[in-house]
C-alpha cells in the first residue's frame, strides 16, 4: 500500500512559477513510476507529466512540455512537479499517482495504469 500527500497548490498569477510536491509512503518508493495529472472543473482528468523509478526517463503532456519539469527524490519519497510560466489554463486540482512498473510505457499517460492517488491540491493561475 502507497499512501501519497500532495502539497504546495494555491493561487499564482499567470507566468509566475510553482513547485508541487508530493509525498508518498512505504520502502519501496524507486519501484514506482510517479505521475502527475490535473482536472479542470467540467473536464476530465488529463495526464500531465510522468518520471520512471529512477528518475532516468520522463514524460510530459503537450501542453506542458517546456513549462514543465518532473523530478523525484528516492532518498527522500518525494517527487516533485515545478511549474512555470503559468497560464490561466493550467488552472486544476493537481494529483499525483503511483504505477508499480517502474519504467515508463506508452501507457503511462492513462489514469488507469496507476494503482495510487493522492487526494490533489488545487493551483489557480490568474491572469
Known amino acids: 500500500q502507497v499512501q501519497l500527500v500532495e502539497s504546495g497548490g494555491g493561487l499564482v498569477q499567470a507566468g509566475g512559477s510553482r513547485r508541487l510536491s508530493c509525498a508518498a509512503s512505504?520502502?519501496?518508493?524507486?519501484?514506482?513510476?510517479m505521475g502527475w495529472f490535473r482536472q479542470a472543473p467540467g473536464k476530465e482528468r488529463e495526464f500531465v507529466a510522468a518520471i520512471s523509478g529512477r528518475g532516468l526517463s520522463a514524460y510530459y503532456s503537450d501542453s506542458v512540455k517546456g513549462r514543465f519539469t518532473i523530478s523525484r527524490d528516492n532518498a527522500k519519497n518525494t517527487v516533485y512537479l515545478q511549474m512555470a510560466s503559468l497560464k490561466p489554463e493550467d488552472t486544476a486540482v493537481y494529483y499525483c499517482?503511483?504505477?508499480?512498473?517502474?519504467?515508463?510505457?506508452?501507457?503511462?499517460?492513462?489514469?488507469?495504469?496507476?494503482?495510487?492517488w493522492g487526494q490533489g491540491t488545487q493551483v489557480a493561475v490568474s491572469s
Open positions: 499517482a503511483a504505477d508499480s512498473r517502474p519504467t515508463l510505457t506508452r501507457t503511462s499517460t492513462l489514469t488507469y495504469e496507476y494503482d495510487y
Open positions: 512505504g520502502r519501496t518508493f524507486s519501484t514506482y513510476t
